[in-house]
């Protein structure tokens, strides 16, 4: 499959688990990010990579870690998550961080029990 | 840093008809305008874009048009069709650190038959 592409497409756990979201993207870009969609709020930037390389943490709390192990590959690690943490996750790419054109996953759907 | 309000949180119209969606921002140096269509279950996706040298953009029946002086922009979709049913959400680059985008809360379109 071309694009970004996200699993799992769905998941639930429980506050005490540690589980883990991927993304792939398959169209060369540069940059990476992961976004919170929460029901009646804006899509709110949570991280940024650009060649692999974190450019911006925007006050996410430390049970969010991020990974970016190369410019096609990013995980999000999720470790003692609240139940308001509950919301889509979504992935998105561009070419360079200066934000053109985002390319976004399909996201995963996160309840937090 | 860059705040997008946007207008209506909702909207529903009759097929045939016209939609017009609308967003301010706050930062005046903000450059880069694009607006995301995200249907049911499915990822957002770019639909238009415009900068801050353009007055107005046309593709098909969507148009997109930006009145720097009062910081707002709006989305026009003319002869709307059910497949336009979906939630919007306009974004503005301000002239923060990492130039990111920053998100409108989003308007849900329904169109009518």
């Known amino acids: 499959e071309t694009g970004v592409t996200q699993t799992p497409r769905h998941l639930v756990m429980g506050m005490t688990n540690k589980k883990s979201l991927k993304c792939e993207q398959h169209l060369g870009h540069n940059a990476m990010y992961w976004y919170k969609q929460s029901a009646k709020k804006p899509l709110e930037l949570m991280f940024v990579y650009n060649f692999k390389e974190q450019t911006e943490n925007n006050s996410v709390p430390s049970r969010f870690s991020p990974e970016c192990p190369n410019s096609s590959h990013l995980f999000l690690h999720l470790h003692t998550l609240q139940p308001e943490d509950s919301a889509l996750y979504l992935c998105?790419?561009?070419?360079?961080?200066?934000?053109?054109?985002?390319?976004f996953g399909s996201g995963t759907q996160l309840s937090v029990l | 840093g860059e705040n997008v309000e946007q207008h209506p949180s909702t909207l529903s119209v009759q097929e045939g008809d016209s939609a017009v969606i609308k967003c301010t921002y706050s930062d005046s140096a903000s450059n880069y305008f694009p607006w995301y269509k995200q249907e049911l279950g499915k990822r957002p996706q770019l639909i238009i874009d415009?900068?801050?040298?353009?007055g107005e953009k046309k593709d098909q029946r969507i148009a997109v048009t930006l009145n720097k002086t009062a910081k707002h922009f709006s989305l026009h979709i003319t002869e709307t069709q059910p497949e336009d049913s979906a939630v919007y959400f306009c974004a503005a680059r301000g002239n923060n650190a990492g130039n990111m985008l920053t998100f409108g809360g989003g308007t849900r379109l329904m169109v009518k038959p």
């Open positions: 998105a790419s561009s070419l360079r961080t200066t934000n053109e054109k985002l390319f």
């Open positions: 415009i900068r801050s040298n353009v």
